[in-house]
């Protein structure tokens, strides 16, 4: 049978590898959350097919301000 200091030390040093290993994984994913966000364009709309707002000249024309009743 083991002493009671040697059994926490088995303890603690298997603790420790499975927090560093969590540690390892965690980082991993978290680098693959912000990798595939940062490979979203956010919004941005180019090429063909746009949607979204996009600017309408008509709709924001301000001729019709010096138009009088």
Same mark, same amino acid.
């Given at each position: 049978?083991?002493?009671?200091?040697?059994?926490?030390? @088995?303890?603690?040093?298997?603790?420790?590898?499975?927090? @560093?290993?969590?540690?390892?994984?965690?980082?991993?994913?978290?680098?693959?959350?912000?990798?595939?966000?940062?490979?979203?364009?956010?919004?941005?709309?180019?090429?063909?097919?746009?949607?979204?707002?996009?600017?309408?000249?008509?709709?924001?024309?301000?001729?019709?301000?010096?138009?009088?009743?």
């Amino acid at each position: 049978m083991m002493e009671p200091r040697e059994e926490a030390q @088995l303890v603690a040093e298997a603790t420790y590898k499975g927090f @560093l290993k969590f540690c390892k994984y965690m980082s991993y994913a978290i680098i693959a959350c912000l990798l595939f966000a940062a490979s979203c364009n956010f919004g941005v709309e180019t090429g063909k097919g746009k949607t979204g707002s996009q600017y309408n000249g008509e709709q924001y024309n301000p001729s019709n301000l010096k138009v009088k009743d």
